[in-house]
């Protein structure tokens, strides 16, 4: 299994921005795709940003490419999500996920797909 473990979270005036910390721990070497899902109080999951682990490809939701960047340490089993130009509709519950292909990353827009492994999640709000 693994475990992941988010940090990063807080309150943030709009156009600020945050950087969002995933520790990734166990067995690491299955995950194919990270990302980073959320969830507001009145809506769904969704899909916000993923990576291929080792290879870097990213992908976003069309929502916030251009304000978010997705990256990783692969050396410390880290992920990141960097949110600048933050809006309030960007509040809600962030959740770090991993998946064991690339089903994860490549649907990455809508609701999660192919998610093995969920962290407990790290709140952001925008006001």
């Known amino acids: 299994d693994v475990q992941l473990v988010e940090s990063g979270g807080g309150l943030v005036q709009p156009g600020g921005s945050l950087k969002l910390s995933c520790a990734a721990s166990g067995n690491t070497g299955g995950a194919y795709c990270m990302a980073w899902f959320r969830q507001g109080s009145d809506k769904g999951r969704e899909g916000v940003a993923g990576i291929v682990v080792g290879v870097g490809r990213t992908y976003y939701d069309a929502s916030v490419k251009g304000r978010f960047t997705i990256s990783q340490n692969v050396s410390t089993n880290t992920l990141y999500l960097q949110m600048n130009s933050l809006k309030p509709e960007d509040t809600g519950m962030y959740f770090c996920?991993?998946?064991?292909?690339?089903?994860?990353?490549?649907?990455?827009?809508?609701?999660?797909?192919?998610?093995?492994?969920w962290g407990q999640g790290t709140q952001v709000t925008v006001s």
């Open positions: 996920a991993a998946g064991r292909s690339l089903r994860p990353c490549l649907m990455i827009s809508g609701s999660p797909s192919g998610v093995d492994f």
